[in-house]
C-alpha cells in the first residue's frame, strides 16, 4: 500500500548538513506514523527519529537530538530529515519507515512495528 523510496545519501565533511527525503506512493502515506533509521556496519538498526501523520513530533535518539529534524509534506507524499552538525558516528544507512496501523505511537524506536521501508540510503561523514 505504501512504496517508499530514499533521495541519494552523500559524503559530507564532519560539521556539514545534508538533507534526506523519503518520497512515498501512495495516498495512506498521509495516514501513517513515519520514522527514519539508520544502521551502521556491524551494528543493528537504529532509531533516528519518529513523526505523526500529522506533523507531530514523537521522538528522537538522544545522539542526534538537536542537530536532526523530522518533518513531512503529506501534500508532497515526502518525508524529510535534515541533518545538521555531522559526526563521523553518523555515518551509517539511512532508512525511512512507515506504520499504517498506527501501532508505533508509544514506542516509535521498535523497528518491528513498521509496515514499510525504504531501501536506504548512504550516509558518509569523514573526520
Known amino acids: 500500500q505504501v512504496q517508499l523510496v530514499e533521495s541519494a545519501g552523500g559524503y559530507v565533511q564532519a560539521g556539514g548538513s545534508l538533507r534526506l527525503s523519503c518520497a512515498a506512493s501512495?495516498?495512506?502515506?498521509?495516514?501513517?506514523?513515519m520514522a527514519w533509521f539508520r544502521q551502521a556496519p556491524g551494528k543493528e538498526r537504529e532509531f533516528v527519529a519518529a513523526?505523526?501523520?500529522?506533523?507531530?513530533?514523537?521522538d528522537y535518539a538522544d545522539s542526534v537530538m538537536g542537530r536532526f529534524t523530522i518533518s513531512r509534506d503529506n501534500a508532497m507524499n515526502t518525508l524529510y530529515l535534515q541533518m545538521n552538525s555531522l559526526k563521523p558516528e553518523d555515518t551509517a544507512v539511512y532508512y525511512c519507515?512507515?506504520?499504517?496501523?498506527?501501532?508505533?505511537?508509544?514506542?516509535?524506536?521498535?523497528?518491528?512495528?513498521?509496515?514499510?521501508w525504504g531501501q536506504g540510503t548512504q550516509v558518509t561523514v569523514s573526520s
Open positions: 501512495g495516498q495512506a502515506f498521509s495516514r501513517c506514523t
Open positions: 513523526i505523526t501523520w500529522g506533523g507531530r513530533l514523537l
Open positions: 519507515a512507515g506504520d499504517l496501523r498506527l501501532t508505533t505511537i508509544n514506542s516509535p524506536q521498535n523497528p518491528d512495528k513498521y509496515d514499510y
